[in-house]
């Protein structure tokens, strides 16, 4: 319920965001007409074409987008001739019967349609028609609802929640439209301009439409949105849903952070309860180092699933327990299997998963779950996440994000020996990472995950407005921590940020001992030097294991690369990268 309030809520927060503006004119279109038959209809509309776009887009892959770019100029073609009937009474009967008609077919009450325009069926088209072209901007809270679609598939919580952002942005709309209706019904009592005032929303109607066929909606407008109503947004996530103190687990992760696991002892299997069964795997879309797997390959074997992603810090600071338990208790029966389960766009691309298993020496089966079948199938969240399944096939534990390794290899313990197995190999695993895959130093951390993307972003704060998606130069001034700024020329996509031109950068107020920055190469594929600062010096001892003493690296692939390993005592720091060439491409920082 609480998701489902933020949702709202982040909705209702759109009113303020001036991507919101190029929709007004419809809705103040609609003053003075009853709000039962008019106003409502175009909300409702508006409300449910919205999240129905949304849920396309976010599950059903690019024919969605295309087919809903068909849409939206039909959309724009409707709402230009609304806004033609406005600007010019002359033609509006003629111009508007077929709307009309269509109107009052569509809602099978033709009787209320005796206003031009006016009818319940023609409000509710045209709100349809507004909500194909409605484009609030993406802060944390439609991203964390889109992400999640896309992670868990098509079903009623991922429609219900997108109904619920675009039922917050219709409850202030209303408030917009009642508060504009009184304003236009004093100004036509106090001074008899109501045709004036019938052409100036005309006007405004067809601005509108200008504005959002030229994409000024999702551009120019929501440069002030990124750096203002994100911070709010973020602050309702946090309220309700605060993060551990430290890294927070991958960021799709759509619900509430879990309990701490019981405790389990390797001679107590009562406290193992079942919690369902293995499901199927057939939804890899290919397998690693091995040939397919099946529930029935693995009855009478201990099996631990292991959801990861190549680029997310958490999981590959899970790695070497992972790869210690499989190559400590395989003789004993335990199976291991990774479903690689993508973040990022790049992460579904097959070479670079084989890529990451090899230089990862991963040796046990990794099942490619580009599509999220497995995913869903075990009802997942999380990266990384992991379950523990009986040789009967039973789910008998899980254990989400870092940490409480001890008490998951008791789980492996416990159930190798109810399957029979003996003189099992004594003590614990220790852990023998290094690199990105060392142990984090957790109670140094005070700065968070971070987007650089608009989707997600939160922290900006290059001096003037950011664009989204198109060249744009940026400068650095003062930050504080946790804020983050572009220097140089820039275009901001919604996964990733593009740099233009070579000598652009990236600086970065934070607190950790390590910082990682996932980076790709240019889309040609060339590679990106950079050289990276921390406090304006070359880092020396404090490099990272992606870069020299003098800061100095390469961008060759696609992956999440160490920058800042700290020696010295951890601090606030700024942190500054600058790239040689152009077309690197930037999409989060983790901290560790």
Not at 445 to 471: C, K, M, N, W
């Amino acid at each position: 319920m609480a998701l489902f309030l933020i949702a709202w809520l982040g909705g209702v927060l759109t009113i303020v965001s001036p991507c919101i503006l190029p929709v007004l004119p419809f809705v103040f279109a609609r003053t003075g007409k009853p709000f039962l038959q008019s106003g409502l209809p175009l909300l409702a509309g508006m409300a449910l074409s919205f999240s129905a776009v949304g849920a396309l887009a976010a599950v059903g892959g690019g024919w969605a987008v295309a087919a809903n770019q068909y849409a939206r100029f039909a959309a724009l073609a409707l709402l230009a001739l609304f806004g033609l009937t406005l600007l010019v009474p002359s033609l509006a009967e003629k111009l508007t019967r077929p709307l009309v008609a269509f109107g009052a077919r569509l809602s099978d009450s033709a009787g209320q349609a005796r206003e031009t325009g006016s009818g319940i069926g023609s409000s509710l088209l045209l709100g349809v028609a507004t909500g194909l072209l409605w484009a609030p901007c993406a802060g944390p809270i439609l991203g964390l609802i889109l992400t999640g679609a896309a992670l868990q598939g098509a079903s009623a919580r991922t429609s219900l929640l997108l109904f619920a952002y675009a039922a917050g942005a219709a409850t202030s709309l209303a408030l917009a439209l009642a508060v504009g209706g009184k304003v236009f019904a004093a100004m036509k009592r106090s001074l008899g301009v109501s045709e004036w005032v019938r052409r100036a929303l005309g006007i405004a109607v067809l601005a509108g439409v200008a504005a959002i066929a030229l994409r000024v909606d999702t551009g120019i407008l929501s440069r002030v949105s990124l750096a203002g109503t994100t911070q709010i947004e973020q602050g309702l996530l946090d309220r309700f849903h605060p993060a551990h103190a430290g890294p927070q687990e991958g960021a799709a992760a759509l619900a509430a952070r879990s309990a701490s696991p019981l405790a389990v002892k390797a001679s107590d299997n009562a406290a193992l309860p079942v919690e369902g069964t293995l499901p199927p795997l057939d939804g890899a879309v290919q397998w690693l180092n091995s040939p397919p797997l099946t529930s029935a390959d693995l009855r009478g074997k201990v099996v631990l699933v292991d959801f990861w992603t190549y680029s997310c810090i958490n999981c590959l600071r899970t790695l070497p327990y992972v790869k210690a338990w499989a190559d400590k208790y395989r003789a004993s029966g335990l199976v291991v299997i990774g479903v690689h389960a993508p973040e990022f766009a790049f992460e579904k691309d097959i070479g670079n998963v084989r890529r990451a298993v090899a230089d990862l020496k991963i040796d046990y089966p990794v099942a490619i779950d580009n599509n999220y079948a497995i995913w869903r199938a075990f009802n997942n969240d999380y990266w990384p996440a992991h379950y523990f399944i009986d040789a009967q096939g039973q789910i008998r534990h899980h254990h989400f994000g870092e940490g409480n390794y001890a008490e998951s290899e008791q789980v492996i313990r416990a159930l190798l020996t109810e399957a029979g197995a003996k003189n099992l190999p004594g003590g614990f695993v220790a852990n023998t990472g290094t690199g990105v895959e060392a142990p984090p130093a957790m109670s140094e951390i005070q700065s968070p995950e971070t987007y650089l993307g608009y989707e997600r972003a939160h922290g900006f704060a290059s001096p003037g407005d950011p664009v989204a998606d198109q060249p744009h130069r940026y400068a650095a001034g003062p930050l504080d921590l946790n804020q983050w700024a572009l220097v140089g020329t820039w275009t901001l996509g919604a996964e990733h940020t593009d740099l233009d031109r070579a000598g652009g950068g990236i600086v970065f107020r934070f607190r950790a001992r390590d910082l990682h920055l996932v980076l790709g190469p240019s889309a040609s594929g060339e590679p990106v030097r950079f050289r990276v600062s921390i406090d304006g010096a070359p880092p020396g001892a404090n490099h990272g294991t992606d870069v020299d003493a003098g800061g100095n690296g390469i961008v060759t692939e696609q992956r999440l690369y160490q920058l800042i390993r700290q020696r010295d005592a951890v601090v606030d720091r700024t942190f500054e990268i600058r790239f040689l060439d152009p077309g690197v491409r930037a999409y989060s920082f983790t901290f560790g």
